[in-house]
């Protein structure tokens, strides 16, 4: 059964910075494309960063330059370093693996002060 857990976030101010942790169990982490993918209050689900089988990775726009994901094949994690928070990065931030065949932790709540 697979299982993604996120954990990591929490209040920080403005500036400010959090890593999210996505731990995976039932996948390979290497062999999946994973991402974070984020919920803002009254929005939708946007995608925030990924990362191939390949390691490419691809992030929106908006965050471009302030969060880096990355993975950690033996610990079977998937990290979102997010620096120079803003207010507007205010939401529930979840993990999803696969491409086809998707599967979504439960999410993590990221809230930004200014």
């Known amino acids: 059964q697979v299982q993604l857990v996120e954990s990591g976030g929490g209040l920080v101010q403005t500036g400010g910075s959090l890593r999210l942790s996505c731990a995976a169990s039932?996948?390979?982490?290497?062999?999946?494309?994973m991402g974070w993918y984020r919920q803002p209050p009254g929005k939708q689900r946007e995608l925030v960063a990924e990362?191939?089988?390949?390691?490419?990775?691809n992030y929106a726009d908006s965050v471009k330059g302030r969060f880096t994901i990355s993975r950690d094949n033996a610990e079977s994690t998937v990290y979102l370093q997010m620096n120079s928070l803003k207010s507007e990065d205010t939401a529930v931030y979840y993990c999803k693996a696969g491409l086809v065949r998707v599967y979504w932790g439960q999410g993590t709540q990221v809230a930004v002060s200014s």
């Open positions: 039932g996948i390979i982490v290497s062999r999946n494309r």
């Open positions: 990362i191939t089988t390949g390691g490419n990775t």
